[in-house]
C-alpha cells in the first residue's frame, strides 16, 4: 500500500512539474490535459482502493455475516462512510477526519467525473479545450458541452492527492492489524506483499 502511494505520489510531482512549465508544455505536449485526466483516474483509483479497504474492514468486523453487498458506486460508498463515522467504537478525531474526507470527496466528485466521462479533443494544442459529457434526465440524455482550462485539472490533480495523502495514513490506522491478519483478501502477488 505504501508502494502504491509512493508511486502515486512520485508520478504527481512530475505531472506537476509539468503543468507548471506553461506554453512550454502546451508546444511540446499539446495532449496535457488528456495525461492530466490520466493521472486523475489513476489517483481516483488509488481513493476508491482505500474506501473498499475500509468498508470492508468495517462491515466484516462490525456486521460479520450479516453485512449487505459492498457498496460499488461512489455514492453509495460515501453513504457507507456516514455509518463508519458514527461508530462510537472509533476515536473521536478519525471520525472526524473521515467525515472531512467524505465531504472533500463529495465536493470534487462532479469535477473528476466531468473530466472522466466527458468527450475530450485529441491534439488540440491549448490550454483550454471544450468537452462534450452525456447528463442523464430519467430516459433521456442530454449532450452539455463544458469548457476546461488545464489549471482546472491541476487543482483537481492537488485536491485528489491531498485527499490520498489523508485517507490512507486513516486506512492503515483503523485497518491495518485486521489487514495483516487476513492479508492473503488484499495481496495479489509477491510485489503487495509488506517487506519484513
Known amino acids: 500500500m505504501k508502494a502504491l502511494i509512493a508511486r502515486l505520489r512520485r508520478r504527481y510531482w512530475i505531472f506537476k512539474e509539468l503543468l507548471e512549465r506553461g506554453n512550454e508544455i502546451e508546444q511540446g505536449f499539446p495532449q496535457a490535459h488528456l495525461i492530466g485526466i490520466g493521472f486523475n483516474t489513476i489517483y481516483w483509483a488509488a481513493i476508491e482502493h482505500q474506501l473498499d479497504i475500509l468498508i470492508h474492514w468495517h462491515a466484516v468486523t462490525r456486521l460479520g455475516d ?5 457498496p460499488r458506486s461512489l455514492v453509495n460508498k460515501l453513504d457507507y462512510l456516514k455509518k ?13 477526519l473521515l467525515r472531512e474526507i467524505r465531504l472533500s470527496l463529495a465536493n470534487m466528485s462532479e469535477a473528476r467525473h466531468d473530466f472522466t466521462h466527458s468527450f475530450s479533443p485529441i491534439g488540440d494544442p491549448r490550454a483550454s479545450w471544450s468537452a462534450i459529457r452525456f447528463r442523464y434526465e430519467g430516459k433521456n440524455l442530454k449532450a452539455v458541452q463544458k469548457r476546461f482550462q488545464i489549471e482546472d485539472i491541476q487543482s483537481l490533480t492537488q485536491d485528489i492527492t491531498r485527499e490520498i495523502g489523508r485517507l490512507s495514513p ?5 485497518c491495518q492489524d485486521w489487514m495483516i491478519a487476513n492479508r492473503s ?12
Open 66 to 70: 450479516n453485512r449487505k453487498d459492498h
Open 170 to 174: 486513516l486506512v492503515q490506522t483503523l
Open 84 to 96: 463508519i463515522e458514527k461508530d462510537q467504537a472509533l476515536e473521536s478525531d478519525n471520525r472526524a
Open 185 to 196: 483478501r488484499f495481496m495479489s502477488s509477491s510485489t503487495e506483499k509488506p517487506c519484513p
